[in-house]
C-alpha cells in the first residue's frame, strides 16, 4: 500500500512562492508518474502538472505554466511543487498523485495523499 502525504501549504501573499513537498511510503516512486492536482472551494479538482519517471519530462496546466516547476527526487522518494509569482486564484488544496501513465486525467493516478492548503491572499 502506497501513502502520499503532503506539507509545505499555508498562507503567503500575491507574488509570493511556496515549495510543496510530497513524500512516499509503502513503495519506491521511481516506477511511477507523479503529479499534483488542486481543488478550490466549489470547483473540481483540476490538474496542475506531472512528472515521468526520470523526471526529464513535465507537463503544466496553462494556468500554472511559467510559473509552477515539478521535479522528482527519486531517491529520497519525494516529488516537489516550486510554486512562484503566486495570486490569489491559486489558493487550493493541492493533492500529489501517483499513477502508471503520463497524463493529465485524474482517472489515471491509483493513489492519492490528503492534500495541503494554500491560501493566496491579494
Known amino acids: 500500500q502506497v501513502q502520499l502525504v503532503e506539507s509545505g501549504g499555508g498562507l503567503v501573499q500575491a507574488g509570493g512562492s511556496l515549495r510543496l513537498s510530497c513524500a512516499a511510503s509503502?513503495?519506491?516512486?521511481?516506477?511511477?508518474?507523479m503529479a499534483w492536482f488542486r481543488q478550490a472551494p466549489g470547483k473540481e479538482r483540476e490538474f496542475v502538472a506531472l512528472?515521468?519517471?526520470?523526471?526529464?519530462?513535465?507537463t503544466y496546466a496553462d494556468s500554472v505554466k511559467g510559473r509552477f516547476t515539478i521535479s522528482r527526487d527519486n531517491a529520497k522518494n519525494t516529488v516537489y511543487l516550486q510554486m512562484d509569482s503566486l495570486r490569489p486564484e491559486d489558493t487550493a488544496v493541492y493533492y500529489c498523485?501517483?499513477?502508471?501513465?503520463?497524463?493529465?486525467?485524474?482517472?489515471?493516478?491509483?493513489?492519492w495523499g490528503r492534500g495541503t492548503q494554500v491560501t493566496v491572499s491579494s
Open positions: 498523485a501517483l499513477g502508471g501513465t503520463y497524463g493529465y486525467s485524474d482517472a489515471l493516478y491509483n493513489y
Open positions: 509503502g513503495r519506491a516512486i521511481s516506477v511511477y508518474v
Open positions: 512528472i515521468n519517471r526520470s523526471g526529464f519530462s513535465t
